[in-house]
């Protein structure tokens, strides 16, 4: 029977002495991709799940990439940066397969360039991902809160924001490239800060990257939805205001005489008037509706994916600050395991949250698969700027110009605006 610690199956006892013979000497690694110790049935259950959100990933996000790169008319602002997010979720998604085979061995069988390069594509892939749905929240905080609601970018700024995110996520994390070591003796892949007299380098790296990479983006997602949702709230309560005859009436009294004339007589007389102006209000306020539970979807989504790989990161930081006289490690590789497999969840629910609902996609990519025909009416997403050249210069738009676009809308790509003139 064995009778090894728990902890004994996720930290390994070995001699870290790689770099020029100097080095932390012995301690304990922690396994992260492997399991020390018998393989049971859970390892099974591991792989199956991380192959399964693998092949609909793949699936889902090449649909949404063909459907942009495709058809030209997709390629508006938002397009570009589902785009990008499509590639992110792609090469996040790919390092899937390798973690599964990983999880079937007790020790790592995929030598030392793979160990440097699936963390580091997972952190680069992780970085831009969250980037780019706060790129989208910000562009749709000026298109549906920031008067004169217009998009501020064309789609060649969109993509040079998103190469800058790549290139910033490319170079950040070089340092986990070369701390993520293979360790022949121990067999296993794991990260491990070098040394240093004077500064204490993994405490350097972990608190600012983990700000800027994880709770900056996050922080400022969650503001541009608030930010968004306190509009609609705001819009809603004045139609609604604006839709009860008790307030019309007040209205029109404190108005002009004329415009008392014509408000009460529309009141009191205008009733077929009066009925069709509920119906239209009443569709405006469940547009509003919609849209704002699409906004707090999406928000809760991004925080319980990537929250917990968030809080998993800085708590191996912490277990691994241990003495080897002190062994009451808390954390297991299976920690690490679910967290990832819940952000690697992600890369399937982001194409159906910013693609698959849209009705605007589904059409493009209806006609991709079966070759249909039917193509929604003002798919390329800028109803608005259509909708601002008929109104003219004299006007800017408003929130419920903006809403009155769609007919439906089921996600964040619906949520159209003017673009940067």
């Known amino acids: 029977m064995d009778s090894s610690p728990s902890w004994a199956s996720s930290y390994v006892l070995g001699n870290d002495t790689q770099i020029a013979g100097e080095g932390w000497g012995q301690r304990y690694f922690y396994t992260y991709f492997t399991q020390s110790g018998q393989r049971t049935h859970m390892a099974r259950v591991e792989c199956a799940v991380l192959m399964l959100i693998f092949m ?22 938002t397009n570009c940066f589902l785009l990008n997010l499509a590639v992110a979720d792609l090469l996040f998604a790919a390092g899937a397969p390798l973690v599964a085979l990983a999880r079937l061995s007790p020790v790592w069988k995929f030598g030392t360039i793979a160990c440097r390069l699936l963390p580091y594509s997972q952190f680069v892939c992780g970085f831009v991902l969250l980037w780019t749905l706060t790129l989208i929240s910000m562009d749709r905080h000026r298109c549906l809160a920031v008067p004169p609601y217009r998009s501020e970018l064309t789609p060649r700024r969109a993509v040079l924001l998103t190469l800058l995110t790549w290139l910033l996520a490319a170079i950040l994390f070089l340092p986990v490239a070369a701390w993520f070591r293979y360790y022949p003796d121990t067999r296993i892949c794991t990260l491990v800060f070098p040394p240093n007299d004077y500064v204490n380098l993994s405490l350097f790296f972990v608190v600012p990257v983990t700000g800027l990479s994880c709770l ?45 004339k014509i408000s009460i007589h529309h009141i009191v007389n205008g009733g077929s008037r009066a009925g069709s102006l509920t119906h239209h209000e009443e569709g405006r306020l469940n547009k509003h509706i919609r849209v ?11 925080l319980i994916m990537w929250l917990p790989i968030t809080i998993i990161m800085f708590l191996i930081y912490v277990d691994g600050s241990r003495s080897n006289d002190d062994t009451n490690f808390f954390l297991r590789s299976h920690h690490f395991l679910w967290a990832l497999v819940v952000a690697l969840l992600n890369t399937v629910v982001n194409p159906l949250l910013y693609g698959f609902l849209s009705e605007n996609f589904r059409s493009y990519l209806a006609r991709m698969w079966l070759g249909s025909k039917r193509v929604k009416k003002g798919g390329r997403g800028d109803d608005c700027a259509s909708r601002a050249a008929s109104i003219g210069n004299k006007t800017q738009l408003s929130l419920g110009d903006l809403l009155s676009t769609r007919q439906s809308m089921h996600s964040l790509a619906d949520l159209s605006c003017g673009r940067a003139g």
């Open 56 to 77: 609909l990933s793949v699936l889902a996000n090449l649909s949404i990439a063909g459907a942009v790169l495709r058809y030209r008319e997709m390629r508006t602002v």
């Open 216 to 260: 900056l983006p996050m922080s400022l997602l969650v503001f541009h939805y608030q930010r968004i949702f306190h509009k609609l709230l705001k819009t809603r309560s004045r139609w609604m205001i604006g839709a009860d005859p008790a307030e019309q009436i007040r209205r029109a009294a404190n108005g002009t005489d004329q415009t008392r």
């Open 292 to 302: 704002a539970r699409i906004i707090l979807l999406n928000v809760l989504v991004v």
